[in-house]
T-cell receptor
């Protein structure tokens, strides 16, 4: 089983619908992240969390919200999906030295299409 | 100007070739640098860190040029399995603010 699991892996939805992407990890890492990837652009950070009580906005947080339900779980919500939120979404984790060391462990991705 | 820029490629090379990618970054205060590999439709995975003195891991060599603000990745004796997108990643400082380049695609053919 993957250490970082994302559900759903693929989702097609309509404009205005609420969508939740879920992420769970078995690595025991404190730090969790949500990124989106678009063709021709690098991965962009949406939100990140250092522990259960900590939530931080990334560079593109508008239109998104997150919940850190437990150390192992970090969910991303789109309250009212719009077509330009069509993208590949990745959850990632790192340990305390993850930033300096640069090693993020990614889930397999959730491909979201908003019609 | 993007914070991290890469040539998108694709670089099409035959097996056994040597290929090099460069990546430029805009923030001169950037502290650490990495190369990630991303296979088609898969998640990125850390390939190697880039140290000031340069570092080598088998067929892969990474170098940092702080004066010119670029990092490079050299792949020797390319294998078919090296076909992937290579992401340049920069930490400009501060918590968890890794900046990803858009990636350079490499296609190795027989």
């Amino acid at each position: 089983d993957a250490d970082v699991t994302q559900t759903p892996r693929n989702r097609i939805t309509k404009t205005g619908k609420r969508i939740m992407l879920e992420c769970s990890q078995t690595k025991g890492h404190d730090r969790m992240y949500w990124y989106r990837q678009d063709p021709g652009l690098g991965l962009r950070l949406i939100y990140y969390s250092f522990d259960v009580k900590d939530i931080n906005k990334g560079e593109i947080s508008d239109g998104y919200s997150v919940s850190r339900q437990a150390q192992a779980k970090f969910s991303l919500s789109l309250e009212s999906a719009i077509p330009n939120q069509t993208a590949l979404y990745f959850c990632a984790t790192s340990d305390l030295s993850g930033t300096a060391g640069g090693e993020l462990f990614f889930g397999e991705g959730s491909r979201l299409t908003v019609l | 100007r993007k914070e991290v820029e890469q040539d998108p490629g694709p670089f099409n090379v035959p097996e056994g070739a040597t290929v090099a990618f460069n990546c430029t970054y805009s923030n001169s205060a950037s502290q650490s640098f990495f190369w990630y590999r991303q296979d088609c439709r898969k998640e990125p995975k850390l390939l190697m860190s880039v140290y000031s003195s340069g570092n080598e891991d088998g067929r892969f060599t990474a170098q940092l040029n702080r004066a010119s603000q670029y990092i490079s990745l050299l792949i020797r004796d390319s294998k078919l399995s090296d076909s992937a997108t290579y992401l340049c990643v920069v930490n400009p400082g501060g918590y968890n603010k890794l900046i990803f380049g858009a990636g350079t695609r490499l296609a190795v053919h027989p």
